[in-house]
Nanobody, 116 residues
Framework: QVQLVESGGGLVQPGGSLRLSCAASGSIFSIDSMGWYRQAPGKERELVADITKGGFATTYVDSEKGRFIISRDNAKNTLYLQMLSLKPDDTAVYYC?????????WGQGTQVTVSS
């Protein structure tokens, strides 16, 4: 079976940076679009950014434009999110999602906490 595993989250001070990774593993025949979502406590899950198979990227949250960079390495089946100048409002569980083998799947999430 196919899985997505996020890594790179943690506790960081305001103004700091983190790089999230999402690695797909298993019997992979195809990966189409990939994206990052986040969910803060008591709030709805929102789409942060996504990227097509060909590398066309879109950032959807206005407050993150210019600070968050999404990228992917198709040879490694891995998605990245470089987060710069982090703010307390960025605190959330960040989820990776992708269309793998023509099916939408989700990772378990990685916690990002921006505090101090």
């Amino acid at each position: 079976q196919v899985q997505l595993v996020e890594s790179g989250g943690g506790l960081v001070q305001p103004g700091g940076s983190l790089r999230l990774s999402c690695a797909a593993s298993g019997s992979i025949f195809s990966i189409d679009s990939m994206g990052w979502y986040r969910q803060a406590p008591g709030k709805e899950r929102e789409l942060v950014a996504d990227i097509t198979k060909g590398g066309f990227a879109t950032t959807y949250v206005d407050s993150e434009k210019g600070r968050f960079i999404i990228s992917r390495d198709n040879a490694k089946n891995t998605l990245y999110l470089q987060m710069l100048s982090l703010k307390p409002d960025d605190t959330a569980v960040y989820y990776c999602s992708a269309v793998v083998n023509w099916k939408r799947i989700w990772g378990q999430g990685t916690q990002v906490t921006v505090s101090s």
